[in-house]
């Protein structure tokens, strides 16, 4: 068997499984989706929403990009979430992140990736920001793990420094937002960051008369 014929075979058993568990299964999912959450994370192949969380299809609304990163110039994520905060209205937004993030390695380094280097910036300049910090740590490993982490809080930040996400807070007081780090280790995830509708953000990032 080819190895994408496997991805089509195990599709089928999937769907039969499925079926059999809960025959109303896909006609209900047809009809709407209506997931509570979207969930930001990092293309990695070991990182998949809904297995990691024990989810199914339908429970989150999943945007994936290199190091799960919030840039506020990228149509597509803006996209996903205007999306999902103004037409799905999710209650929760979640930034996930991971240790190992080859994403957040290729960043530390000074390796010329070619285009790529555009996206490793926005995590170089969490470097610089958190230099006295990460610096300080004995050793390499540390120094990821800790870079893994800032990532993922200055990304949920960058959510809250968006004008769409504080409109929601100040009318709706949703969603509420995570940013949590996933172990490939261990399968654990641990939480970084909590802010609910509300949080305090530095005043200059705040908009006034939404
Ligand atoms: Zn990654």
């Given at each position: 068997m080819k190895s994408y014929e496997k991805l089509l075979e195990g599709n089928k058993l999937w769907a039969e499984e499925i079926t059999q568990l809960d025959p109303e299964f896909f006609k209900r999912l047809e009809a709407l989706q209506q997931p509570n959450f979207l969930w930001i994370g990092?293309?990695?192949?070991?990182?998949p929403a809904n297995e990691i969380t024990n989810t199914r299809p339908g429970e989150i609304f999943v945007h994936r990009n290199v190091a799960n990163l919030v840039v506020n110039t990228d149509l597509n994520l803006l996209t996903v979430l205007h999306y999902s905060v103004?037409?799905?209205?999710?209650?929760h937004i979640i930034i996930c992140g991971h240790y190992g993030c080859g994403g957040v390695k290729a960043a530390m380094t000074n390796n010329d990736y070619g285009i790529i280097n555009k996206w490793l910036l926005n995590i170089k300049d969490i470097y610089r920001l958190h230099k006295t910090e990460v610096d300080t740590l004995g050793t390499e490993q540390e120094r990821y793990d800790r870079m893994v982490e800032l990532n993922v809080r200055e990304q949920v930040i960058n959510l809250a420094k968006t004008s769409l996400i504080q409109k929601c807070w100040k009318?709706?007081?949703?969603?509420f937002l995570h940013g949590w780090v996933y172990s490939l280790g261990n399968g654990i995830l641990k939480s970084i960051l909590e802010m609910p509708p509300g949080s305090a953000i530095d005043p200059v990032y705040q908009f006034e008369n939404l």
């Open positions: 990092c293309s990695d192949s070991r990182v103004e037409i799905l209205k999710v209650k009318e709706e007081q949703r969603p």
